[in-house]
């Protein structure tokens, strides 16, 4: 059994070595990950065999050293870092390992040559070094790997929950072998605890890669989303572009038309006529504050709403700059309107407006965007398109970017209006 547990201290020094210089290195494109398996494994192996004939002497330490240089070949990095890295675990390993006998020494009051020689203590001080070496080589690695899930509150408490019961029950497996002498015990109780070990970091390297996989697909759904997001787009600037035709097609009959007036001498009716085509023209008219980015938001989807039948009524009065970054004034107006406009087109009566409102006062950018909904009908913030997956970004995008700035939010809901609020605090 002592061989065993020796065995399993080899196994987990190997394993530190791997989750250290994955945090520091990048691994070599053309080493697969047979291979880097096996090399590891070796060096599990050389650690246990140079440990068995040597003990703790300098001479193992050097074996082991070397052994860990030559796994930094299977990395990427420069020469500094592949002789430096190794003698820092050492280190680190050596100092903790003294730190946990220092402290058994004191709780049962013996010598370090005393307590090698009692298996029970042996063991406990073994299993609680390596344990500790193993939670720092790990949160080593996520700190520089993966800082998303070294910040997971429940990554590390499915850490604590699987990996302390392991080591725990391992313990207890290994000390009661110590007073049940039968082989077919010990047997089971090597399997029961290697079990228990693989299972262990299988279950997190799972969770790992789950975590992993989960963000690659949020990502792609957000990319999903931002092409949804350019598309739209492009639909709304043909929409601005068939009203530019029309009006360029209109402006020659206006042209006949003005001419047969003052050709003819009737001042007053081209008056009338240059009366009724402006108000024509405002309907359509551009917001224009300075600011390129809000400008060009609102009057799109002021163009969009008109294009749909939904009565667009704006009140802009910022200043041309603002401390608020013109890709999140994209978001925020872009997806509030865009929502305000869906539901203005489920109403089925000619009864529907939006109302928007933005007012720069006090250092503070105020905003109201209303419109109208169907009656008795409660806005859950969830779309009702056909395409839920990328639609339902829109809110949460909203709310991520008003997140970048101190600010409050606030939603209201009458029998038929829907009324978003908020305030981004500029100083």
Not at 68 to 95: E, G, V
């Amino acid at each position: 059994m002592t061989l065993f547990v020796e065995a399993l201290m080899g196994i987990s020094e190997s394993i530190m070595l791997y989750m250290v210089y994955e945090a520091f290195f990048e691994r070599k494109e053309n080493v697969g990950n047979l291979f880097f398996f096996i090399c590891y494994a070796l060096f599990a192996l050389i650690d246990d065999i140079s440990f068995w004939l040597l003990g703790g002497s300098l001479i193992n330490l050097l074996i082991l050293y070397c052994g860990s240089l030559i796994l930094t070949m299977l990395y990427k990095t420069d020469i500094k870092s592949r002789i430096a890295t190794p003698l820092f675990m050492f280190a680190i390993n050596i100092l903790i390992e003294m730190i946990v006998w220092y402290f058994i020494g004191l709780i049962f009051d013996l010598t370090v040559e005393e307590h090698l020689k009692i298996p029970n203590i042996w063991i406990t001080g073994a299993i609680l070094s390596k344990s500790i070496l193993l939670i720092i080589s790990n949160f080593v690695r996520l700190r520089f790997k993966n800082r998303k899930l070294f910040k997971s509150r429940s990554y590390w408490f499915l850490f604590v929950v699987v990996f302390l019961p392991t080591v725990l029950i391992d313990y207890l497996l290994f000390t009661l072998t110590f007073s049940i002498a039968e082989a077919h015990i010990n047997i089971l109780a090597i399997v029961g605890s290697l079990g228990l070990v693989i299972s262990s970091f299988v279950v997190l390297f799972l969770y790992e890669k789950f975590a992993i996989q989960s963000e690659i697909v949020n990502r792609e759904q957000q990319y999903e989303q931002q092409l949804k997001s350019q598309s739209k787009h492009l639909d709304d600037i043909l929409v601005m572009q068939n009203q530019i035709k029309s009006f360029r097609h209109d402006i020659k009959n206006h042209w006949v038309a003005l001419s047969g007036y003052f050709s003819n001498g009737d001042y007053e009716g081209g008056k009338k006529y240059i009366e009724q085509i402006s108000g024509t023209f405002s309907e359509g008219e551009t917001i224009d504050t300075g600011n390129i980015a809000l400008d060009a938001i609102i009057s799109t989807k002021k163009a969009l709403a008109d294009e749909k039948g939904i009565r667009f009524d704006a009140t802009v009065q910022i200043p041309e700059q603002i401390p608020v970054d013109a890709a999140d004034i994209c978001i925020i107006f872009g997806n509030s309107l865009d929502n305000a406009i869906e539901a203005c087109e489920k109403i089925k009566s000619d009864k529907k407006y939006i109302k928007l409102s933005v007012i720069y006062e006090d250092n503070s950018i105020l905003c109201k965007v209303v419109n109208t909904v169907e009656s008795k009908h409660k806005i859950t913030l969830k779309t009702t398109k056909k395409d839920k997956t990328n639609h339902g970004f829109g809110f949460e995008n909203i709310k991520q970017s008003l997140s970048k700035y101190n600010h409050l939010m606030k939603i209201d809901q009458n029998d038929n209006e829907f009324i978003l609020s908020f305030v981004i605090f500029t100083s």
